[in-house]
């Protein structure tokens, strides 16, 4: 019996796969978008308690950093995000703290 849609196989990289609507390169041949070091820092800040904001304060911020949704300005979203531009603007960076998981079918077909 071969590979179900029940059974999921996966990578672990810094680029999501057949997903999402912006940011996407072919760099490696293939449309990929790689996570930005934004994303990483808001990500990184999300687990270590939200520094008082929300979770979906997080989520719209990432979501707009990634190009998948724009954000009101003015909104904690929004403040979230500039935060986190003005620390990468300062020197911080991911270098692989931050990875993406791609799932896929067991028949290869990516899970979206």
């Known amino acids: 019996m071969g590979p179900s849609k029940n059974n ?10 057949a997903g999402g609507v912006g940011g996407w390169d072919t760099d ?3 449309s ?3 996570i ?4 990483a820092f808001l990500y990184l800040n999300f687990l270590a308690g939200g520094s008082g904001f929300s979770g979906i304060d ?15 300005g003015g909104s904690a979203a929004a403040n979230l995000l500039a935060m986190a531009q003005r620390e990468v ?7 692989g703290k931050v990875q ?4 896929y079918y067991g028949d290869g077909h990516t899970k979206t």
């Not at 999921?8 to 796969?17: F, K, L, Q, V």
């Open 8 to 17: 999921y196989i996966y990578d672990i990289s810094n680029r999501a796969y």
């Open 58 to 72: 997080f989520q719209h911020a990432i979501w707009d950093e990634e190009e998948e949704k724009d954000i009101i």
């Open 32 to 34: 990929s978008d790689p």
């Open 100 to 103: 993406v998981m791609n799932l």
């Open 28 to 30: 490696l041949g293939v």
């Open 36 to 39: 930005s070091d934004v994303t």
């Open 89 to 95: 603007a300062g020197g911080w960076r991911n270098n």
